[in-house]
């Protein structure tokens, strides 16, 4: 029902009260056995006990217990405590990370109001805000927070802040006459009070139309248990990944034990080399760092400004292709400025940016002194005079956001409030009023004289001027001055700034007696002030730098269109021919166009939650992945639904930042492109490992079977097979994590969100380097068994050695796609100290006595070593090679 088109006898019927007396006591318990308590209802969540087991159905951990039971098999406990260890802190985790999310609504509930004042049997009381019931009579005064959906009857000055629920910054007026027109969204509806919403200013009364779920809070509270919460391609590609290595590692175990029992061995040498072999097929540590790796990458986010709550999301930043954001305080500073001023016929630019009051004053592109033109120096001095905003001492400003941008204006030009109401007094003030569409003031200068200041709409002072003040003087108003100021008021306002006029008129003693909104007529005309909400200095060149990537910004606003298409066209957002749509266009357009029309769509302006939810799906109906920015509980169902929300940390609500995945400490949209830039990397990072560790395991896995196929002795034993796997294979791996960013990174398109784990020839090098890891180690057992065919524990101490140090220099090449000289060595010097460790846990294993006897290792002499390190620099030099000679 649209409750603020009907009459107050209308809306008093249909809710069974009194607006003289109210309900009764009996009236109302009735009511709220009917309607329930007046608070939002949570979803039933399931026992902690299941979400905990829930984290043990991810494919990876049951690779993980496989590896487990294999690792137990052989005889290694130590090895499968460890892989236990890894499962359970890895449940713990993701146990921890999904309480945390789930806190959305426990967020929203509390911005319920704790008290209300009601009329009950015909008196004002205090009670418990969930007691209340629709058909109540609800007084508000500053400072209330709004307990439920409340239809105004009467309104006095009354201004309620919205934007948790809109978006909008500025506080809107209220009325309790009904309106006309159907459709209205929320922020046009003038005479309705939200629940959640908090009243700045004035006082009111209405009747409660809505309680608890039936709110729009509690749409949003439906929406947001309703909202899907999506796997994150790095866990698709992860669990896709551990099916691939799972099937491998069977395949082979099969493989390389019927081999070797038809080849002449022992089934149960052949059983523990085929398992040994499963197990190093199988990355037990993947997920381990991959973990490390987003952790790693978290730090860095927040040295960026960029708060992460869900590991897996700094990931998702990285194939982000569209990013939706809100308008206000993201993409521009949430400080209305004026930026524009008109007096005498002169239009004057204002530099500076949001609050500061360092600023200058530019005519015909050049910085100008105003102490000469008193027009100007009045419209600045009168602006801040009828003004109930205050600039404290330290530099805090308290008031509306109109009224702080004309109090900042006249501070640019040394004109502080303060100052000024020394020679000033102020006697008596009209208030604002929305019929009247101005506010005035009664003042009384050092001389005795007393005279009106007013400001307000334009079309409205101009109708009500008789005078201008042009050349320094008071002048008739004339038809060539009324076409002048029309025309600047039409240039301002295409330029979708606010526009506020400035007018006075000195009063004789008669009429101060009759002081009141009967006064404003007769005006003096001084001059117009034009304000936005600018864009952020730095948002253009981040933008800019995301349409390099191939991500699209979308911008979506509960602000009125010609505003939102100013600040989209400033920023680029906006391309020739983009469109722009509006909330109510978008209500009547079904899910297929929107769908269908998406691509075309830049702007969406006065939009409800409802509607960004919908923008949300129909973008990933397209294919891309959606990164979604908000501040308010409105924004909190399509946070929750994209691929990664992101809240706002200094204005956003709980509720926003309970269903994010990432929060803004800057709320800063530059932050959002370093994040996305982070996350390219750390995808990246994740694929270098990946790359290092499967190159490895396969070429440990060639060694084994080579041996098979060629009727050779093992050349690896299974402890040397497990201690490569878990120890050497770990430390370069997890230095890859933190490898720096490829100068290019930002200069790529958005990976497709289907693309698999070894897309972009990634199969293809780990297998082909796998290969060549293979062959270098069976020649150097080969050729080690070749002279001392008596020696079979110095050539699989040869083989072992050669294995990995042809790993160690393989890392290197893993740092980038192109080849192993496009970067320096020493740019990762995390990676160096990793390699020199695994080297000399290595020669541990080799020349200290009582480990030789547990890694079947001896001693190798420096010929052994000139053989073991001129076959490991075979694979990468020799494949670098190759990949130059094909460019030619």
């Known amino acids: 029902m ?30 709220l056995k009917t309607t329930g308590h007046n608070q939002l209802q949570e979803a039933k969540k399931p026992s902690s006990i299941l979400v905990f087991f829930a984290q043990f159905k991810d494919f990876m951990v049951l690779v993980l217990l496989a590896a487990t039971l294999l690792s137990g098999l052989l005889g290694e406990y130590l090895d499968a405590i460890a892989i236990i260890l890894i499962v359970i802190m890895n449940g713990i985790l993701g146990f921890i990370q999904e309480r945390k999310a789930e806190k959305s609504l426990t967020a929203l509930r509390e911005l319920s109001a704790p008290t209300a004042i009601v009329m009950r049997n015909g008196s004002w009381t205090a009670i418990s ?56 969204p929320l922020g046009d509806q003038a005479n309705m009070a939200f629940m959640g919403t908090m009243v700045t200013r004035g006082s009111g009364t209405g009747v409660v139309i809505a309680t608890g779920m039936t709110t729009e809070m509690g749409k949003i509270a439906h929406l947001i248990q309703n909202a899907d919460t999506l796997a994150t391609p790095l866990q698709l590609k992860l669990e896709q990944l551990g099916k691939i290595l799972i099937g491998i590692a069977l395949l082979l175990t099969v493989l390389v034990v019927v081999t070797g029992v038809y080849r002449g061995h022992d089934l149960y040498s052949m059983v523990l080399a085929g398992v040994s072999l499963a197990v190093a097929a199988i990355p037990e540590g993947l997920p381990a760092i991959v973990t490390i790796a987003l952790a790693l990458g978290v730090q860095k986010m927040i040295k960026r400004r960029a708060i992460v709550r869900k590991l897996p999301s700094v990931e998702t930043l990285g194939c982000a292709t569209v990013i939706c954001s809100d308008k206000t305080g993201t993409l521009t500073q949430n400080k209305m400025t004026v930026t524009h001023l008109w007096s005498e016929g002169t239009i004057w630019n204002v530099t500076g940016s949001g609050y500061d009051t360092a ?27 009828c003004n109930n905003a205050e600039l404290t001492d330290s530099g805090s400003i308290m008031g509306d956001p109109t009224e702080t941008a004309l109090l900042i204006s006249a501070a640019k030009a040394g004109l502080m409030k303060d100052n000024i ?73 295409s330029q979708a700034l606010r526009t506020i006029a400035v007018a006075y008129k000195p009063l004789h003693t008669k009429e101060r007696a009759a ?16 304000m936005i909400d600018p ?60 769908i269908r029309e998406a691509e075309n769509i830049f702007v969406y302006a006065r939009v409800s939650p409802e509607h960004k939810l919908k923008i949300v799906k129909a973008l990933q109906k397209r294919g891309h992945i959606v990164a979604m920015t908000g501040d308010g509980v409105n924004d909190a169902p399509a946070i929750k639904s994209a691929n990664i929300g992101i809240a706002m940390g200094i204005t956003g609500t709980d509720v926003a930042k309970e269903a994010s995945s990432l929060v803004l400490s800057d709320d800063n949209f530059s932050t959002i492109r370093a994040a996305i830039e982070e996350g390219r990397n750390i995808y990246e990072n994740i694929r270098k490992f990946i790359r290092y560790l499967l190159a490895s395991n396969v070429g440990e896995i060639l060694v084994m079977l080579f041996a098979m196929i060629l009727s050779m002795p093992m050349p690896l034993v299974p402890i040397q097979i497990l201690w490569v796997n878990l120890v050497t294979d770990g430390l370069p791996a997890m230095a890859l994590g933190i490898d720096p960013a490829e ?19 990634l199969g293809w090098k780990i297998v082909s380097r796998g290969f060549m890891i293979g062959i270098v180690t069976i020649l150097a057992f080969w050729t080690a068994l070749h002279e001392h065919p008596d020696q079979l524990m110095k050539a699989q101490t040869v083989a072992f050695s050669t294995l990995v140090m042809a790993q160690l220099i393989h890392v290197f090449d893993c740092r980038s796609e192109r080849s192993v000289l496009h970067r320096n060595p020493f740019g990762n010097m995390a990676l160096v100290l990793a390699v020199l460790s695994s080297v000399l ?10 480990l030789q006897a547990i890694f079947h290792t001896v001693p190798l002499s420096g010929r052994d070593w000139l053989l073991v390190l001129g076959m490991a620099a075979i694979p990468t030099f020799a494949l670098t090679g190759f990949q130059a000679f094909k460019k030619l």
């Not at 109401?421 to 001389?447: G, T, W, Y």
């Not at 003096?524 to 002030?529: A, D, E, S, V």
């Not at 100068?743 to 020839?761: L, Q």
Request: aromatic residues 4%; hydrophobic residues 35%; charged residues 25%.
């Open 535 to 594: 864009p952020r200095e730095e948002v253009k060149e981040s933008i800019d730098r995301c349409h390099e990537a191939g991500i699209k910004t979308v911008m979506i606003t509960g602000d009125h269109v010609v505003t939102a298409s100013a600040i989209a066209r400033q920023l680029n957002i906006l391309p020739q021919g983009g469109k722009v749509i509006d909330g109510a266009a978008l209500s009547v357009m079904s899910d297929e166009d929107l």
């Open 129 to 184: 805000a969930k007691e209340l019931v629709p058909g109540d009579i609800v007084k508000l005064s500053a400072g209330d927070r709004v307990g439920a959906d409340i239809r105004m009857v009467s309104a006095r000055g009354l201004y309620i802040e919205e934007s948790a629920l809109t978006g909008e910054s500025i506080p809107v007026q209220k009325r309790g006459e009904a309106l006309q027109g159907s459709g209205l």
């Open 359 to 385: 600023g200058e004053f530019i005519r015909n592109g050049q910085k100008t002194r105003i102490d000469q033109h008193e027009g100007l120096l009045q419209l600045l001095s009168y602006g801040a005079i």
């Open 421 to 493: 109401l020394r020679s000033v007094e102020i006697l008596d003030e009209v208030p604002f009023d929305s019929a009247r569409k101005m506010m005035s003031v009664i003042v009384r200068n050092q001389n005795n004289e007393m005279f009106l200041i007013t400001k307000g709409a334009p079309d409205v002072l101009l109708e009500k001027s008789d005078y201008v003040l042009w050349d320094g003087k008071r002048q008739l108003l004339k038809q060539q001055h009324t076409e002048q100021i029309k025309e600047a008021i039409l240039g301002l306002g």
């Open 841 to 850: 846990l290595t020669l541990v294993v080799m020349y200290i006595t009582p």
């Open 515 to 530: 002081a009141g909104p009967s006064a404003e007529n007769h005006l003096t005309f001084i001059g117009l002030q034009g």
């Open 743 to 761: 100068d290019n990174v930002m200069k790529r398109s958005p990976r497709k969100p289907n693309e698999g784990v070894f897309s972009r020839g």
């Open 2 to 31: 649209n409750w603020y088109q009907l009459s107050k006898e209308d809306v008093e019927r249909l809710t069974n009260s009194n607006l003289q007396t109210g309900l009764s006591d009996k009236e109302s318990q009735k009511k």
